[in-house]
């Protein structure tokens, strides 16, 4: 089986770990990795990674791109992509940037003319009612076009379906977690220095912006009756704003702001939290499609209490409490519920073991490689019945 997967998303090393596991399960799968050389972030210029690729068994093919920063509306080189298409022959082409993209129309037009006994489909988070304006007649033809679909959540699926698309969709995040890295670890030294000993440490980590819901956090955190600290991993637009509250609420002295870090320098701080918070909040254009750090710290058995925003509540299950978003009265309370340490170990043991279930890289290529199976199963069935 020959699979092309086109996705900005795996210009980094560390998202393209479920193509790695995929092929490691089955050696006679070749998959090659379609991306930008480069892409605009807020700070810097992110660029391919390509070193390593061949050890980890892909194919990594940087094309030119125009037009970046805006998902939907880049695309490619058409020569670069059409050499693609030719030399690779995929069977399967999963391209990851929405049901209206430029680049999901290129490619659905270069399998029609240069590998037409190919499968397409799309990747979508878009988890929200939306209008497009002229561009939902680039979205009919792509979803006309389309042979599956793979959604990062339920309520993506189900909007496709409102939207007429009528073939196989799977349900999957885009990108899992390594249990091996994100785990339990020895943090003491950690919450040493950030004089976090003997308090109940409330944790979040991701960007400081208006749709976590962080002024909500701080509003029922005001109410809390015992000696806790917020530890802040993140940096964004309301870094300034949430200062400015807690002075007014006068708590400005049990938050610390510790900034950015890499993967494995966030694991270290997810390990120093006793609770990780995930207070999402619904925006017009907004809600929360995912929550990989709700994945990330019940690996490394963190309990998490999250909002009823989006998928958080169908990610968190069982292995954590939800409140209703914005609600403080209902945050207090269920923050109130995990003082009792031994309902925190438990609820930590339980994310564990979903993680690992559910939400692992392996698991996650399995389930897509079964998906893949069938499509091309299904097809031939179709060819020989015809």
Not at 76 to 99: A, C, F, M, N
């Amino acid at each position: 089986m020959k699979v092309l997967v086109v996705g900005h998303t795996y210009m980094l090393r560390v998202n393209r770990l479920k193509f790695v596991e995929m092929v490691r399960l089955d050696p006679t799968v070749q998959v090659t990795i379609v991306c930008p050389r480069t892409w605009p972030h807020t700070l810097y210029q992110i660029r391919a990674e390509t070193a390593g690729a061949h050890e980890d068994g892909l194919v990594v093919r940087p094309l030119r791109a125009f037009m970046r920063r805006w998902e939907s509306g880049y695309f490619y080189w058409w020569p670069d992509l059409v050499s693609v298409i030719r030399k690779t022959r995929p069977d399967i082409i999963q391209v990851e940037h929405g049901t209206w993209s430029l680049v999901y129309l290129q490619f659905i037009l270069a399998r029609n003319w240069y590998a037409n006994k190919a499968k397409i489909g799309l990747f979508t988070w878009v988890n929200w009612p939306y209008r497009l304006g002229p561009r939902q007649w680039i979205e009919r033809f792509n979803l006309k076009k389309s042979d599956f679909a793979v959604t990062g959540n339920a309520d993506a699926a189900k909007i496709l379906r409102d939207k007429g698309f009528i073939g196989p969709i799977k349900a999957a995040p885009q990108v899992g977690v390594d249990p091996g890295m994100y785990t339990r670890q020895d943090s003491a030294g950690l919450r040493k220095r950030l004089e976090l000993d003997g308090a109940l440490v409330i944790g979040f980590v991701g960007r400081l912006s208006r749709e976590k819901g962080l002024l909500t956090l701080l509003k029922a955190l005001s109410q809390l009756r015992c000696n806790w600290r917020l530890l802040l991993v993140g940096r964004g637009e309301m870094d300034s704003i949430i200062r400015d509250e807690a002075l007014r609420m006068n708590i400005a002295d049990r938050l610390i702001f510790a900034g950015s870090f890499s993967h494995l320098e966030v694991v270290t701080y997810m390990n120093a939290m006793d609770l990780l918070m995930l207070p999402s909040e619904t925006q017009s254009n907004w809600r929360e499609q995912f929550g990989r750090v709700l994945i990330e710290a019940m690996a490394c058995e963190v309990p998490v209490i999250g909002s009823s925003c989006g998928e958080i509540p169908n990610v968190i299950g069982d292995a954590g409490l939800v409140f209703r978003e914005g609600d403080v009265r209902d945050l207090v309370n269920k923050i109130t519920t995990f003082l009792d340490a031994g309902l925190r170990e438990k609820a930590g043991k339980r994310g564990r073991q979903k993680v690992l279930s559910q939400y692992t890289q392996n698991t996650l290529a399995a389930g897509l490689l079964d998906f893949y199976r069938d499509l091309l199963d299904s097809h031939t069935a179709n060819v020989r019945e015809n």
